[in-house]
């Protein structure tokens, strides 16, 4: 039995103003320095940082927030999730962000968008440090703890499962999609 997705729009309006209204008036509105970026190679590696970074933001918000009836910073998630950019970094909206928002940096030439990239990964990171890992693991305990090993935080590569720790996060659980 399939559940229906209604769509819901709160969990699409932090990332818009985000990475949409605070970076347009930082980087358009505003003048200010630009980035010490050489021209020709600023624009394709925007590009490519703002795609990035866009996939991997809208990729967490579906997973966590329009997959599951979980409300804004309430309380987490129905289920852990650990597919996708999750199974890659547990922090992907956040660093997806901070990839949007560096990659909008260099295609505006932007040293404001830039800080303020600066700004949302710190917050993210305390965020990610101090409310959701806890909330996240008393949740979810020793489910969280195994994810918690096997995937880095912020980079990926960085953690290497080994043993029975690998061969429990392979395995995918029952209400993954």
Do not use: C, K
């Amino acid at each position: 039995m399939s559940r229906r997705r209604t769509p819901r729009a709160e969990p699409l309006l932090i990332p818009l103003v985000v990475a949409g209204v605070v970076p347009t008036v930082l980087g358009v509105w505003l003048s200010g320095p630009g980035v010490p970026v050489p021209g020709p190679l600023r624009a394709p590696a925007g590009a490519v940082l703002v795609l990035l970074g866009g996939w991997m933001t809208a990729d967490a918000v579906d997973r966590v927030y329009l997959r599951q009836p979980t409300p804004l910073g309430d309380r987490p998630p129905e289920r852990l999730v650990r597919s996708g950019w999750y199974g890659v970094i547990r922090n992907p909206m956040a660093a997806g962000m901070t990839l949007l928002l560096t990659g909008e940096a260099l295609l505006w030439s932007a040293a404001a968008v830039l800080g303020w990239a600066a700004l949302v990964l710190a917050v993210s990171w305390v965020t990610a440090v101090r409310i959701e890992a806890p909330g996240l693991s008393a949740a979810f305990g020793e489910e969280y703890a195994v994810y918690r090993r096997a995937v880095p935080a912020w980079v990926p590569g960085t953690a290497r499962p080994t043993g029975r720790r690998a061969a429990r996060h392979d395995r995918p659980a029952p209400s993954e999609e």
